[in-house]
Each structure stands twice: as structure tokens, then as C-alpha cells.
């Protein structure tokens, strides 16, 4: 045995604590109580009123029965409530489940069931469809009506959420976890099926990325941070808790629109957001009635399909620096950033804005990210050129998929997170994505499967068969376009099959462009879609 492995060296509760993002709003609340936490609307939030609240949720939901390891859903736009849920879950040990608001009843109720969610706190503009997701489950979650003055609807819970927290103690004392392995969040992910996976996150990797964001991004203390990112996506990408332990000042804002995005960085000298290039198109386009000027310089951070040169030469020029990250929900959001180098400062515009919309490499606290030949899992050589697929491993990996072993341990082939993402690897050691391998399109920063889409389409009763792929969308980044064969002699126009996918799509996922014709098939009858996605790019797509 070494002479460092003796008992007086051993872990003990004085040098080994599991980290959790659990310790952010403990420490600042303690340090900072009196700084500013949230601004939404006329409403205003110190750190001590929001620890006191999160004490409250806690220990009412405990009351209520939730226990370690019990799921609590959320349904709910970017609001204070949603911030006191990613704080306050994780305080007994419970597992927040933040759901993607665009989605249909029928996936939500699947999640809600697949995640056994004991509790759904939800917002009322979303009570209809909440109402309908949870009407077929055998075990429905006890609901709680988060509601909102601005928000319209009808309650349609057992009680609200000013009413739970009235049940609770302000002065609840939580604990960190016995291991920080142990899981915080479930976020699902479409994949390339039309049933979605359920992602586990753990305290430990939540803790890390947390951290990560405020080494990647360089963040001060004291950031004015602008909810203009779902906090549904990722958990935030974890930027409830950077924000948090940096003891910042979290502005929400129920969906983003380019003027109150101007109105919030003009009034409340926001410094920092993160979003999908749909915000940055939001902002480099707001008419001139909409855009103020600001006299800091705000830092953005976008992720999702790469941002096109004009995009990001004209946020930039609004006042604005981008910095592009990438990643997946397995990876706790981003796990990938281009990260700038001071000698690309005197560059032209376009070709910074060239480096820019490359993904990068690995975030300071993952410790590897690849792009390594599918076959073989060797790694390709670094010429810009030769196509593999991006693979990672660290610290900022999930835990793995909920009640899926096998779909686990296939995305963790030889002890790598296989991302399904075909990418080149430039002599710079930089990573740029050249394809999607299992053909997700990302619109405005949102998944969607395409066989989900065509299964939609094919439904019609005079569609013989059907192939999605993603047509690139200045606003959108991604949205679907639909290749449709009409069965022999049947008369079908595109309006047809939307309306058509319009009872079974979420909005974002319908098709924007329908193109009709023969689909270009191999000897044994498989669509070409590579072929598709060249014809998809065109200004005017036909077959």
C-alpha cells in the first residue's frame, strides 16, 4: 500500500463534500442576501427572499409526500417560478423534470408517465394542454397551477402555487446529497424516433458544467442575465445555477421579442443571454422603433444550427460579441465552444465570422471531445476534410438514458458518448459539423425527428411515401421540408398536408416547403436523402 493511502488520509465529511449545484444558492444567499436575484416585470427579488422561497417549495413538497428520487415535473415559460424550481428540487433529493413547452398533450403525457412524475407545477397559459396530457394516465401527479398575472387560462390544479409555499418553512434545513452521483434532472430528447428519450443528469455533472459556464464564458461576479434561452432546454444549459453562484441578477421575460430584449438590455443593463440563432436573427433585424441603444457590451451565447456570417456580423454590430457553442442534452447542454483566439482579432469580417460558426473544442471541465472514424473508432486525421462522428467523454456526460440499458449502453460504445453528429476536425484541432447522422433537424433551437414528421405525412391517406430533411432557414437556422410521392392518380396539394400534419405535429415541427414528385430511391427501395438535402438547399427545391 502507498504511504498516501493510510487512514489518516482517508475521505472524511471535513475535506470531501459531493458537489451539487445545491451549495450555489446556499453560499450566495448567505454572502449576498441583500443583492438583486430577479427582475420580472414590476417584480423585484432579492437573493435572501428567493432562498426563503425555495426553503418554502422544498420543504412543502416534502410535505406533500415527494422523497428522494421522486420526479417532479414542470410546464412552465422562462418565470421566477421556473428559476425556484431548478433550486429548490434538487434541495430533497428529488428530480426535476422541465418540460418543453412547444410539445403535444400526447408526448407530454408520455413523459409525464415514462418519468413517474409525483408532482406537475404548471403555468395556466398551458392548463389546456396540460389538463389533456395527464387525462389518460393510470397515475396522474398531483397538479399545482403556477399563476401568473400576466398569463392567461384556467387553473386546474389541487391547489396553487403561493398556496404550496404557504405550506412550507422558510427556514428548512436542506443537506447536499449523500453522492453526487446521484440523479437531479430528467430532460428528454426526440432522438431520431418518435417516442423521446429521457436523459439523466446527476449533481456532480450539474455542478461541473455550472462551473464550466462561468470558465468558458469568462463571467464575472455579478452578471445581469437575460432569460431569453427555454429553461426547459438542458436545465437552462445549467445557467440557473452559474447565475446563481455568481450571485447575478436573473430578468425573465415570458417569450422573447425583440423589443422588450432591447427594453431589458437598455433598462436593466443586462450583460449576458444565450439563445438559439432565432434570437440573434430577432436582433440583428428589429426595426428601428425596437432597437435602443446601450452603452455595454453584451455577451452572447448561441448554440443549435451554426449561425449564419451575416447573422453574426450584424448582432455584432448592434453591440454585441457571440461566442458559438455546441453540444447535445446528453452533454448538459453545450460542451463545445469556439473558443476565440486574440490573433483572429485583426481578420476580416467574414472570415471571423467564418471562425466563428465552426463548433470548436472540448469546454475547459470535458475532458475530450473527438471526431473519430464510425467503423473503427480511430480518430480522423486533423485536414479539415475527412467526415467521422463526434464523440466526447468527461465529467459533463449524462448518466444515461431512463429505463433505456440498451439505447445507454450503445450511446457509450468503448467509453465514448456517441453523438450520432458527423463532423471534420481541422488542423487546428477545431470540430465542424458537416451533417447530422441521424437526420434531426434543429429549428430555432428546438429537435425535431424526421421520422416523426413523415410518419405524420404518411398518414394521409394519398401519400404513398414521404421523406423530411432540413432546409436551411435564415430565421430558423433549420426548419422541415417534406418530400412527398402522391399515390398513383391521387390529387394532393401541399396546404393538404399541412393541415393534415396540423393534428399531429407541434407547430414547429410541421413542414415549411412540400415538394411533390418520385423519390429518388436505392435498388432496394431506401430514399436518398443525401440526395434530398442537396435538392432542399436549392432556392427552389423541385424533384
Not at 18 to 38: C, F, G, I, K, N
Not at 392 to 398: A, E, H, K, T
Amino acid at each position: 500500500m502507498s504511504i498516501f493511502e493510510g487512514p489518516e488520509l482517508a475521505k472524511t465529511p471535513a475535506n470531501h463534500v459531493a458537489l451539487s449545484p445545491v451549495s450555489a444558492l446556499t453560499r450566495t444567499a448567505r454572502v449576498h442576501p441583500e443583492r438583486l436575484a430577479m427582475i420580472y416585470g414590476d417584480l423585484r427579488r432579492t437573493w435572501g427572499e428567493v432562498d426563503a422561497r425555495c426553503r418554502r417549495l422544498a420543504s412543502a413538497l416534502a410535505g406533500r409526500g415527494v422523497v428522494k428520487g421522486d420526479t417532479v415535473a414542470l410546464l412552465a415559460p422562462n418565470i421566477p417560478e421556473a428559476l425556484e424550481c431548478a433550486l429548490a428540487v434538487p434541495m430533497i433529493g428529488a428530480v426535476l423534470n422541465a418540460n418543453n413547452t412547444r410539445l403535444d398533450a400526447s408526448t407530454i403525457g408520455y413523459i409525464l408517465d415514462h418519468g413517474a412524475a409525483r408532482v406537475l407545477l404548471v403555468d395556466t397559459e398551458l392548463s389546456e394542454i396540460a389538463a389533456e396530457a395527464v387525462a389518460g394516465l393510470k397515475n396522474p401527479p398531483l397538479i399545482i397551477d403556477i399563476c401568473d398575472p400576466a398569463a392567461p387560462g384556467t387553473p386546474i390544479g389541487a391547489l396553487d402555487y403561493e398556496t404550496l409555499l404557504a405550506e412550507g418553512d422558510p427556514d428548512f434545513q436542506y443537506t447536499l446529497p449523500a453522492d453526487e452521483w446521484d440523479a437531479l434532472s430528467l430532460n428528454y430528447t426526440s432522438g431520431t424516433t418518435g417516442r423521446p428519450k429521457g436523459v439523466v443528469y446527476s449533481h456532480r455533472g450539474a455542478y461541473l458544467n455550472a462551473v464550466n459556464n462561468t470558465i468558458t464564458w469568462a463571467m464575472p461576479h455579478f452578471p445581469v442575465y437575460l432569460w431569453t434561452l427555454p429553461m426547459f432546454h438542458c436545465n437552462g444549459w445549467c445557467f440557473p445555477w452559474t447565475i446563481t453562484l455568481l450571485a447575478g441578477t436573473h430578468v425573465f421575460m415570458r417569450a422573447p421579442r425583440a423589443g422588450p430584449i432591447f427594453d431589458a438590455i437598455a433598462d436593466h443593463g443586462v450583460t449576458h443571454l444565450c439563445g438559439a440563432p432565432i434570437i440573434m436573427s430577432l436582433i440583428a433585424d428589429a426595426p428601428a422603433g425596437e432597437a435602443r441603444s446601450f452603452p455595454q457590451t453584451v455577451e452572447m451565447m448561441t448554440a443549435a444550427a451554426p449561425p449564419p456570417a451575416s447573422v453574426i456580423a450584424g448582432i455584432e454590430a448592434r453591440g454585441f460579441h457571440v461566442t458559438h457553442v455546441y453540444g447535445l442534452t446528453e452533454v448538459y447542454g453545450p460542451a463545445v465552444v469556439c473558443a476565440w483566439k486574440p490573433a483572429w482579432d485583426d481578420l476580416p469580417a467574414d472570415e471571423r465570422a467564418r471562425l466563428k460558426a465552426r463548433q470548436g473544442v472540448a469546454y475547459e471541465l470535458e475532458e475530450e471531445v473527438r471526431v473519430v472514424d464510425p467503423e473503427t473508432g480511430a480518430p480522423v486525421p486533423w485536414d479539415g476534410k475527412t467526415q467521422g462522428e463526434i464523440v466526447f467523454r468527461g465529467n459533463i456526460c449524462m448518466k444515461g438514458y431512463l429505463k433505456s440499458p440498451e439505447q445507454t449502453e450503445k450511446a457509450f460504445k468503448d467509453g465514448w458518448f456517441w453523438s450520432g453528429d458527423l463532423a471534420v476536425q481541422h488542423p487546428d484541432g477545431y470540430v465542424e459539423i458537416r451533417d447530422r447522422a441521424k437526420d434531426i433537424i434543429i429549428s430555432g433551437g428546438e429537435n425535431i425527428s424526421s421520422i416523426e414528421v413523415e410518419n405524420a405525412i404518411v398518414d394521409h391517406p394519398a401519400v404513398a411515401f414521404a421523406a423530411v430533411v432540413a432546409r436551411p432557414d435564415d430565421k430558423w437556422g433549420e426548419v422541415p421540408c417534406a418530400f412527398v410521392e402522391p399515390k398513383p392518380g391521387a390529387d394532393l396539394t401541399a396546404d393538404e398536408v399541412i393541415t393534415h400534419a396540423r393534428g399531429k405535429l407541434a407547430g414547429y415541427m410541421r413542414p415549411k416547403r412540400v415538394v411533390f414528385g418520385e423519390l429518388p430511391k436505392t435498388s432496394t427501395g431506401k430514399i436518398l436523402k443525401h440526395v434530398l438535402r442537396d435538392i432542399a438547399k436549392s432556392d427552389d427545391p423541385a424533384l
